[in-house]
């Protein structure tokens, strides 16, 4: 079945430090890939998405690439803020009935 | 904008109790997800709807029973509580026949069970 893998954290890095979350996934035919993140105590918030090979999600100074040769999705951030301090999960959405298969989540600390 | 609407926020419960969460879609969309997050884990699926009927079945315990009705809000029914039932629940919704659907879920901001 579909599944992903994603870094276990937590990541702690230091404001303006660069970020990348590895995210492989292993799906039959052609997955659309998510970059979902969870502040504290709230809910799941879609981040940026990609839905065929070569594109490229962006958002809020996140990005990732949907590599199909490799099968990842790693998400980066060139400058990281306190505020981007939160649980990152990649996600892949397969099959007729689009359900979302997560990742086990990236806790991020940026510390000030 | 409108979004998915959970209700309720919080929840306290005692052991083998029953509990419901509801879940109000996003206007115009016609499938439900429902799924279980434990503390320090990932989202775990447990049962979808589409136009009020099961679309798919993930690891949800024969303790738990759902459904969607004609307004397309959805319930999640769980009875006999156990310690481990403690989680946060989420609802998410999308349209099915969206041009160019994408696969991307629309969450609430979840319901925490905690049972006692």
């Known amino acids: 079945g579909d599944s992903v893998t994603q870094m276990e954290g937590p990541v702690t890095l230091s404001e303006e430090a660069f970020l990348t979350i590895n995210c492989t996934y292993t799906?039959?035919?052609?997955?659309?890939l998510f970059w979902y993140v969870q502040y504290p105590g709230e809910g799941l918030q879609l981040l940026l998405k990609?839905?065929?090979?070569?594109d490229k999600g962006s958002n809020k100074g996140f990005e990732a690439t949907y590599r199909k040769e490799t099968t990842s999705f790693h998400l980066e951030k060139g400058s990281v803020q306190v505020s981007d301090s939160a649980v990152y999960f990649c996600a892949l959405s397969g099959g007729s009935n689009y359900k979302l298969t997560f990742g086990k989540g990236t806790l991020l600390t940026v510390n000030p | 904008a409108a979004g998915v609407i959970q209700s309720p926020r919080h929840l306290i419960k005692e052991k083998r109790e029953t509990a419901t969460l509801k879940c109000y879609p996003i206007?115009?969309?016609?499938?439900v997800y429902w799924y279980q997050q434990g503390p320090g884990q990932d989202p775990q699926f447990l049962i979808s709807f589409y136009e009020k009927m099961q679309s798919d079945k993930g690891s949800i315990p024969d303790r738990f029973s759902a459904q969607q009705f004609s307004d397309y809000h959805s319930e999640l029914n769980m009875s006999s509580l156990e310690l481990g039932d403690s989680a946060l629940y989420f609802c998410?919704?999308?349209?099915?026949?969206?041009?160019?659907?994408?696969?991307?879920?629309?969450f609430g901001e979840g319901s925490r069970l905690t049972v006692l």
């Open positions: 998410a919704s999308s349209f099915y026949w969206a041009q160019g659907n994408t696969g991307e879920l629309f």
């Open positions: 799906a039959t035919g052609y997955p659309s």
């Open positions: 990609a839905t065929k090979a070569d």
């Open positions: 206007p115009r969309h016609d499938t």
